[in-house]
């Protein structure tokens, strides 16, 4: 119960920085929807161009969407040097790292609406019937994805050149939960029959547990100067 | 190496051969500190000396390349939560929220400390620093010396057992350092510890019941601040005349 009460408390407390200055959101989803407008310039599609690019354009969104979350997320923790003042209450730092990445989720979750909404206006694409599919390899994902970035988002903070060296360290070790999602989402905008790509959707599942469980227990040495 | 040896206390946070480095640069070097209930401990020592290095490692907050931070004779990474709930800190930074209100931030960290009582605590909080007025300010809004009494309530606000303050009158006005002195002498007579750094010797030995002097990341006296003179190895006025007369000495 306690347990819950502090992932609640971090949450709550960046939901409401979020409320306050809407630089996160604003910021996140003006870059995601440059980035789909830009390509729809660039490539002009019909449907069996867009149903080719699509996939792979969203990811691209989606990912450098989350560097922009993530630098963002703890740019606000680095004022003032709130990290360290969450380092010295006697919580388990696993907590504090999940209260992040759920808020993390819900800012890149946001994001990705909207850029998926622009990409189904823009390329004239509806995702309706693929929809149950895709939102839950998105989701799957997107949760993988976040996971990487909010430890790697914190382990960035204090350092010099973070804005670079985020996506430096966080793009290698997320290759596999953006690949299996090109994949699966290939598959599910096509209207493959879902047992095509369950096995990719199976291992961003299979990742995404990984890398939550994995940072929860090593988030004790990010917080760590 | 302390030049005497310190009284016998009831050891509850300790340093034991503690050293601390930066990559090249050796911060502190084969500290031992005992702290026991109702010590107040001055440190100084000119910039550098590793005062807020011995302050932060006793906070919990920094890890030692070599030795020991032990609490209650254990070594404090195994009771990691039972040391900070007893451990308030003050630091150079706030550990505020600029864009959350004063009460915000006191509840956030309330909720972090699992304070029974957290709202009876905050407005004592409130009060004693006298803050109820900027309650709901945010605190990117407040003066220097208004945000320290924010992060002062921030670090009392769980009653620690010890108090560790890192130049804790910086930006103060004269009535909220009187009021921080008040505390800073009652505080060891309730058998609470307060360890604390300022530049001030005359204030800190006035407050303090022992003083531990560092230099060049080594503790060099830890002992009885009573007869203690400000011999702390910082260059005094002679120094500085001499520096007038002559620039190139």
Redesign the interface.
Known sequence: M?SL??IF?VLG?DL??EW??RETLASVCVFGILVVFLFNFAFEPGREESLRLLPGLLWIAFAFAGVLCFNRSFA?ER????L?????????PGLVYLGKMLANLIFLGIAEGVIVFAASLWYNFSFVPSLKWFALITFLCTVGYVAVGTTFGAVAANLHMREVLLPVLQFPVALPIFIAGIEASTGALKGDPPSSYTSWIKLAAGIAVIFIVLSYLLFEYVL?? | MPSDTPPPVRVSLELRNVSKYYGDLAALVGAQLRVGPGDAILLYGPNGAGKTTLLRLLATVARPSEGEVLFHGKNVRQHAAAAKAAIGFVSHSTFLYGDLTVRENLEFSGTLFGLPEAEKQIAAALEFFALQDRAHTPVRKLSRGLQQRVSLARALLHEPKFLVLDEPFTGLDAATVATLETLMRQLPDQGRTVVFSTHDFARGAALARRLVRLEAGRIRYDGPVEGRSQDSGVRGPDYTKALILNPES
């Open positions: 306690r009460k502090i408390a407390k409401r920085l306050r200055n606000l004022e003032n040097a709130c360290e003042g969450m380092a010295l209450a006697p919580v388990d760590e100067e």
